[in-house]
């Protein structure tokens, strides 16, 4: 999987924080990867679904695609620096393998409107959901460097640091950080990148 190259620069960078546009330049490297637009949008609700992903091929080949990236504007304004770990999410996307339909595809709406009408009783869990699961983990696994993670979980289990201390320095929403001091974090990127 191509995430694992990504994974690997992340943890030969030396900065806890990486600007945004760091993490799309990586993705656009994979060979597949055509381009990648980022746009906010004013229709979406900031506390419902905040960004999605749409790939689309470019012309003339099929083997490239395009990805447009869309944020709910004014995300940031309900939680501090949310829109850029939606992007870098969204991002994640990009590192599935081309021929794996669990990347962007629509189906994750229809399992949204299932869980609306029937709760969690509605356990589809397509292809698309699990993407979506993925991502997310792939995501908070790139945030900083693994040293500075167990540095900064070290620090915050013994109390030298505060959680939203971390969230600042890693310019990450604290509700992100906190899974990312978890055992549980550990286990998901292990799987991830096996």
């Known amino acids: 999987m191509p995430y694992r190259r990504l994974y690997k620069n992340r943890q030969e960078a030396n900065s806890d924080y990486q600007p945004r546009q760091w993490y799309v330049n990586d993705a656009k490297e994979l060979s597949w990867v055509a381009d990648i637009a980022i746009k906010a949008s004013a229709a979406m609700p900031v506390n419902g679904l905040r960004g999605f992903i749409v790939r689309h091929h470019a012309e003339p080949s099929v083997l490239r695609h395009k990805y447009t990236i869309v944020v709910a504007e004014g995300v940031d304004e309900t939680v501090k620096y949310m829109e850029r770990f939606i992007v870098i999410k969204e991002l994640m996307h990009c590192y599935f393998e081309i021929d794996d339909r669990s990347s962007t595809?629509?189906?994750?709406?229809?399992?949204?409107?299932?869980?609306?009408?029937?709760?969690?009783?509605?356990?589809?869990?397509?292809?698309?959901?699990?993407?979506?699961?993925?991502?997310?983990?792939?995501?908070?696994?790139?945030?900083?460097?693994?040293?500075?993670?167990?540095?900064?979980?070290?620090?915050?289990?013994?109390?030298?640091?505060?959680?939203?201390?971390?969230?600042?320095?890693?310019?990450?929403?604290?509700?992100?950080?906190?899974?990312?001091?978890?055992?549980?974090?550990?286990?998901?990127?292990?799987?991830?990148?096996?």
């Open 105 to 194: 595809d629509t189906e994750i709406i229809l399992d949204q409107h299932m869980r609306q009408f029937f709760g969690q009783s509605a356990r589809t869990q397509s292809v698309h959901v699990r993407a979506e699961y993925t991502a997310l983990w792939m995501a908070m696994g790139v945030l900083c460097p693994e040293r500075r993670r167990l540095e900064y979980r070290r620090k915050f289990e013994s109390g030298e640091i505060a959680l939203e201390a971390i969230a600042e320095s890693l310019r990450a929403p604290a509700h992100i950080v906190r899974r990312l001091l978890t055992d549980q974090f550990e286990d998901e990127i292990r799987e991830i990148l096996n």
